[in-house]
């Protein structure tokens, strides 16, 4: 987890993620499907008029205020992720897999099946322990424009969605609304 650094002013320096970074991959998530996930984030923020290094503020479980940058997007792009509601979900699949990496240190280790009620499992970059051992399970939403009473009704609904495995490993649930924007990261 990262600390606020103080700068000589006495200001608090804001930390910064880059959604480029997926296209590194994770051990869940291939290069190809990263750079896919962030592209896909560039343009609903973009959509939304904000421009790279645009802040979202601490809400729920992060530990602070952080910039978002990207690769603007350019025209191809903006064709090629039209369809603005799988956009959207792609997209906040981006910023929360970087977020909730940010909060616990966690990585995807593998997406979901179908029927699960969540999105990814994340764990340890160390895919050597034991199965289960250090997991946990991520829902994420995203929402393209939205008021704060609908990001709270999506929270809560999202975790009634994943308590039906509770009992499998510890979870969090990732809503990301492009308007504002806000990631509200929480645990279950």
Known sequence: MSVPQQTMSGKEEVKNIDLSALSQGMPGITSTHGQMLAEAAAVCLESQQHEPGVRFPKVGLMPEDMKVGWRPADDQQRR???????????????????????????????????GTGFDYWIGDND??????????????????????????????????????????????????????????????
């Open 80 to 114: 090629c992720y039209a369809d603005m509601h799988e956009a959207t979900e792609w997209g906040a699949s981006a910023v929360a897999i970087l977020m909730i990496n940010e909060v616990t240190g966690k990585s995807v280790i593998e997406r979901s099946k179908k």
């Open 127 to 188: 895919l050597g322990a034991l199965p289960f051992e250090g997991v946990a399970r991520l829902e994420v939403s995203g929402i393209l424009r939205g008021a704060k009473g609908q990001i709270e009704a999506r929270v809560k609904q999202k975790k009634n969605q994943i308590e039906p495995t509770d009992h499998l490993a510890p979870g969090f649930v990732a809503i990301v609304e492009f308007g504002s924007p806000i990631a509200c990261v929480e645990d279950k």
